[in-house]
């Protein structure tokens, strides 16, 4: 990748320790394996809905999205906002970015590639980027994300997917 | 009469919107001069820390009869100034093509789209969607950031009420804004690789032109330029380039370490710093960068942000020659109509001698 070395300079601040990001660039930096195992469990999903429908999708919410939390919460820092774009974000959650940007990078990426706010991070696009290219579907970088439906902030994404792709919604 | 200067860009009176042309999406003077493949020239005004709109007019009339339209910035670097509606509103009663910019830092989707039907029904016709400078930069870092859109879904929300005449609700809005919409984009910020599909992303969102980030690195920018004419962008929005001047070495080296995604490359700094006058090297430096960004393909304009300095705009646009003579926008007193305003016209003249 290019590289610039003029660019913006962190004003003398030094970063911190990069451990702490540690789990969320492994994900990024295994984005390919994720997607192919993500497909998988969605289709597992998809096939569970009428299972789901029975038991009753607001039953199942919050203990489903419990276990989102915390899988996802460690592999991602998933904020879960849910409407989950990870396949679309090369498995780097854009809801780690101080201005919540969804559709790419700010213009204020640092020369380094680090966040214009926490100039200790890397930026969450410039990860999401590097993941995406080792994604079969990696080119979904490149939809454009709606924005965000607030209402939505702490729900399931996936239970969200089984119901749309099964076509079994409707009692959410 | 001055063949280079276009009647039809110029109504009965100036602040009236003009018919908006086949194929065009608003009725202002900036998308009539792009799109007859004119190089235009925007600037940046910096708004007022007052409640005076002679403030407003003064520092305008500096770019009068140089820039084709003006960019009135909305809190830029999160810090807080006379806001850029209000701004736009007062340039279009004496004429002037305003650029409204809407950053998303500072107000939701309910209030943004509140005032883009505001500032149309104004008489803004050009809007810039911005995603705006973190709070954290400005002068109330204290303050909630909102980033309820960004700017890529913004410009879709925009572009959904003008051509759908829809708000993103979906309710109906009975006379949509007729606007000519924009967006920024950074090629001297990383993922390099990224940003023309980053710029893709926001054509396909509806942007029609585009304000770059300040250039100094002009080998940068013609990577850049490849990639963006491999993707046939430019064919799909215009691209005006940011360029600016340079106070001196020492406001150089303030600016890439201090505002977030400008990159000045050290031969920059060098020359400036090896100067006997820094003030005009700067000029210099910013002259060349105009000419040499305009004769990249696919540049169809600069966007001169020349802050603190905004004296010199009209002096380094008259030098580097992008122009050719043709004259943008300037009041003209002697046109019937103009002088109704009696009032305006007063208050225009003491605010030049103030």
């Known amino acids: ?172 | 009469m001055n063949p280079r200067l276009h009647p039809e860009d110029f109504g009965e009176n100036p602040w009236d919107p003009l018919p908006a042309l086949p194929g065009h999406t608003s009725r202002g003077r900036l998308e009539r001069v792009l799109r007859r493949g004119e190089f235009a020239v925007t600037a940046e005004l910096n708004p007022p820390d007052s409640a005076l709109a002679e403030d407003v007019y003064k520092r305008a009339a500096v770019f009068e009869g140089w820039v084709d339209a003006i960019n009135a910035t909305d809190g830029s670097g999160a810090n807080c100034h006379m806001s850029s509606i209000a701004i736009c509103a007062l340039l279009t009663r004496i004429g002037f093509s305003p650029v409204l910019q809407i950053s998303c830092r500072d107000t939701n989707r309910i209030g943004i789209q509140g005032n883009v039907l505001g500032a149309s029904a104004l008489g803004v016709n050009n809007v810039l969607c911005l995603t705006g400078d973190g709070v954290q930069s400005g002068d109330h870092p204290e303050a909630k950031p909102v980033f309820d859109l960004d700017s890529t879904s913004l410009l879709a929300t925009i572009r959904r009420m003008r051509d759908e005449a829809k708000f993103l609700s979906g309710r109906k809005i009975t006379t949509p804004p007729p606007v000519f919409m924009g967006a920024a984009e950074n090629p001297f910020a990383p993922p390099y690789d990224f940003r023309p599909l980053r710029l893709a992303k926001k054509v396909r969102a509806g942007a029609q032109f585009i304000q770059t980030q300040y250039c100094f690195d002009v080998p940068l920018l013609e990577r850049f330029m490849a990639r963006v004419r491999d993707m046939e962008l430019e064919k799909h929005c215009f691209i005006l380039v940011g360029v600016g001047p340079l106070a001196s070495a020492k406001t150089a080296r303030w600016m890439r370490s201090n505002v977030a995604g400008v990159h000045i490359p050290d031969a920059i700094i060098e020359r400036l710093e090896k100067a006997k006058d820094q003030k005009a090297e700067g000029k210099r430096i910013c002259v060349e960068i105009i000419q040499q960004v305009r004769e990249i393909a696919g540049v169809a304009g600069v966007h001169v942000m020349a802050y603190r300095q905004e004296e010199y705009v009209a002096e380094m646009v008259h030098e580097s020659g992008v122009l050719k003579g043709r004259q943008p926008w300037r009041r003209d007193l002697t046109r019937p109509g103009f002088d109704l305003d009696q009032r305006l016209t007063e208050n225009l003249a003491r605010a030049g001698e103030g």
């Open chain 1, 1 to 172: 990748m290019l590289r610039v070395p003029a660019a913006f300079e962190p004003p003398g601040k030094p970063p911190r320790p990069r451990d702490r990001f540690a789990l969320r660039f492994w994900s990024i930096r295994h984005a390919g394996g994720l997607a192919r195992f993500y497909a998988a469990f969605e289709r597992a999903l998809v096939a569970a809905a009428p299972l789901a429908a029975r038991l009753g999708w607001t039953r199942l919410e919050r203990p489903v999205a419990a276990v989102e939390r915390t899988v996802k919460g460690a592999l991602f820092d998933c904020r879960m906002c849910g409407q989950c774009v990870l396949s679309s974000t090369g498995m780097s959650c854009p809801m780690n970015c101080p201005k919540n940007l969804r559709n790419g990078p700010c213009g204020g990426v640092r020369g380094d590639g680090n966040c214009e706010v926490y100039p200790e991070m890397p930026c969450v696009w410039v990860k999401a980027w590097e993941g995406s290219r080792l994604m079969a579907e990696g080119d979904r970088i490149g939809d454009v994300q709606p924005p965000i439906d607030h209402r939505l902030k702490g729900r399931s994404s996936w239970l969200a997917v089984a119901q749309e792709k099964s076509g079994t919604g409707g009692a959410a």
